[in-house]
């Protein structure tokens, strides 16, 4: 059974514990060269099911930080986390530097949690469910074949 992406990294994540923010951008496969492959990260942050450690410094006084605004924008900062250094990568037509030695980590929390066990359940429940439709299947073709042969020894 194929299971989402974002399930994918949820799973990774939950196994590492906490990963670095260059750890968790390696895990997305790069095929259109933009922003928008880090969509699914970015949807997992965005949501709330991953969080980072980054924090916003108002004077003495610091506050936790989220990773971007919204989805889109979540997702231009994991490009420019994953932009190897001395390098820079086009956002919205602006050219960018990379953030590759950003310090920041990533993990999952409770809700994060929470949705991965409820993908275990469902998964779990579906393989149920086609385990008992392939034993019906079998014993139905068992009692064919069964009732098939008896006929055949009886009518001899």
Known sequence: MHQPISYELLEKVAEAGILSIQDAVGLIDE?????????????????GYIETD????????????KFGFDTKSIAENLALVATPEGKSRDINGIKQQSWSSMEAYVFITAPGALRLEEFYEKRKADQERN?????????????SMISAVLAAWISK
Do not use: C, Q, W
Request: no cysteine.
């Open 31 to 47: 095929k259109s060269g933009s922003y928008v492959d880090f969509m699914p990260l970015a949807i997992l942050l965005h949501a």
């Open 131 to 143: 385990t008992g439709y392939r034993v019906a299947i079998l014993t139905a073709v068992l009692s």
């Open 54 to 65: 980054t924090e916003n410094s108002f004077g003495r006084e610091k506050v936790k930080a």
